[in-house]
């Protein structure tokens, strides 16, 4: 599993995600889904990861003809994580994120995500608004004592993650 | 010594130029980003909020960033 975030950041902060009304898939402090929970956001393709984070640098899909602001993305990391888990959750088929994400309301997600954590699932795996394969969706305070997370790597230069994630999209 | 409330806005308006200096190299990504409605912030933009001095939603919403929160 990857997850992408700012080179200053540790790679297993999840506090960041109480943050308003919260994620795409925890409840925030401002979030109508109670209570508030957090999660770390990870993703099974590196290319996934990476996109999460660019599509809000300024990255439109090459039929809209936006320019990635590659500058900016040089503040990220990818790192890699090995993930054991206990109890996770497949969402994938879920019909409210099954046809097409951007259409579900964070309401919804938010709902389908907090009951899966009420329910004591340690993670859910949900698509991607990329595209690309899951996400793996980890609820940190639900974790059993036998399930681990464990780094593995950081990549520090993406600019080799971009060339292909471009060359794959041309 | 006290600090009047302007000291203080001037001062939280100082350490969220530090964060967002940190967070985007270009100006036109940090630009993008104050403009662009935030699910995490309800659909406001955080250039709105800061015309609210509602600093701590945008430090919020620019650590959920950083820290890699998917929105």
Known sequence: MWRCHHRSRAALNADGSLAG????????????VKPPFRALYASIESAAALLEVVRHLGYRSPDRRAVVALDDIAMRVLTQIDIDLQRVFDLRKEPVLREN????????????????????????????????????????????DSSRIDLLRQIDDLNPVIASVAQGAS | MSVTIQERQTNEEIALDRELAATFISDDASELWLKTANPILNGDAPIDCLNRREYDRVRAALEAFNTGVYV
């Open chain 1, 21 to 32: 009304i919260g994620g795409r898939f925890n409840a925030g402090v401002d979030s109508d």
């Open chain 1, 101 to 144: 994400l951007s259409h579900a309301s964070y309401r919804q997600t938010q709902q389908v995500a907090g009951a899966a954590f009420n329910r004591g699932a340690e993670g859910v795996l949900v698509p991607s608004a990329t595209g690309i394969d899951a996400n793996l969706v980890l609820f940190v305070d639900n974790l059993d």
